[in-house]
């Protein structure tokens, strides 16, 4: 059974920092590529960073150079170190593994002063 448990989230002013974990268990995390997706109020899901099983990743416009992806296949944790926060990144996030459909319970980020 996929499990998948994100934490690392909370309140940060704006021009703030959070670092989100996620750890997964019930698959072979090492060869997943794997995602960080977020969900605004009355917004769509969308991803925001992947990495592939060999460490390539990408981002979508609104955060590179602010958000890094990383993981960690001892542990089958994946990171999301989220700089320079801004009011708009204020979403719930969620990672999994991208060619699947299975999502934990996602962690809050609430960007504001």
């Known amino acids: 059974q996929v499990q998948l448990v994100e934490s690392g989230g909370g309140l940060v002013q704006p021009g703030g920092s959070l670092r989100l974990s996620c750890a997964a268990s019930g698959i072979i995390f090492s060869i997943k590529t794997m995602g960080w997706y977020r969900q605004a109020p009355g917004k769509q899901r969308e991803l925001v960073a992947g990495?592939?099983?060999?460490?390539?990743?990408n981002y979508t416009p609104s955060v590179k150079g602010r958000f890094t992806i990383s993981r960690d296949n001892a542990k089958n944790t994946v990171y999301l170190q989220m700089n320079s926060l801004k009011p708009e990144d204020t979403a719930v996030y969620y990672c999994?593994?991208?060619?699947?459909?299975?999502w934990g319970q996602g962690t809050q980020v609430t960007v504001s002063s």
């Open positions: 999994k593994p991208t060619n699947m459909g299975t």
């Open positions: 990495i592939t099983s060999g460490g390539v990743t």
